[in-house]
Every structure is written in C-alpha cells, then in structure tokens.
C-alpha cells in the first residue's frame, strides 16, 4: 500500500472511533446517502454497512481510508 499524497510506503493502521450515543466503538460507512429520520439521527436501517479501516502515512500524516464488509 501507498499513501497517495506522498507516495510513502510506511503506512500504519488504526481506526475511526465512534464515541456517539449507540456507538460501536468504530466508524463505519453506510451505503447511500444520508436521509434523516423523525428525530433527526441518519436513517440506517435495513442499509448495508462496512467498517472503515484507516492506515496513517509515517511520513505525511496523510490517513487512507478503505472499508471492509461487516462480518
């Protein structure tokens, strides 16, 4: 893997936390764009969603981010 900012190769892992009401623990991206419900939180519902793995650039900073199907 490489960052695509900086072309650097030492990239390290890590995540997106979560720490909202409900919350994993973990970010994930849900499929679709955000609709919201009567309450005014995102509608997901019956949407697919997929854990977002996040690697740290060494060199930059830079973060990219992939997602992973949810087991």
């Given at each position: 893997?490489?960052?695509?900012?900086?072309?650097?190769?030492?990239?390290?892992?890590?995540?997106?936390?979560?720490?909202?009401?409900?919350?994993?623990?973990y970010?994930?991206?849900?499929?679709?764009?955000?609709?919201?419900?009567?309450?005014?939180?995102?509608?997901?519902?019956?949407?697919?969603?997929?854990?977002?793995?996040?690697?740290?650039?060494?060199?930059?900073?830079?973060?990219?981010?992939?997602?992973?199907?949810?087991?």
């Open positions: 893997m490489r960052c695509t900012q900086c072309e650097g190769t030492d990239l390290e892992p890590g995540f997106i936390e979560d720490n909202g009401e409900g919350s994993q623990g970010g994930r991206w849900i499929q679709g764009a955000l609709e919201r419900g009567p309450f005014g939180g995102a509608r997901r519902l019956g949407k697919r969603r997929w854990i977002i793995d996040a690697f740290r650039c060494t060199r930059c900073s830079h973060l990219e981010l992939s997602v992973r199907p949810k087991d």
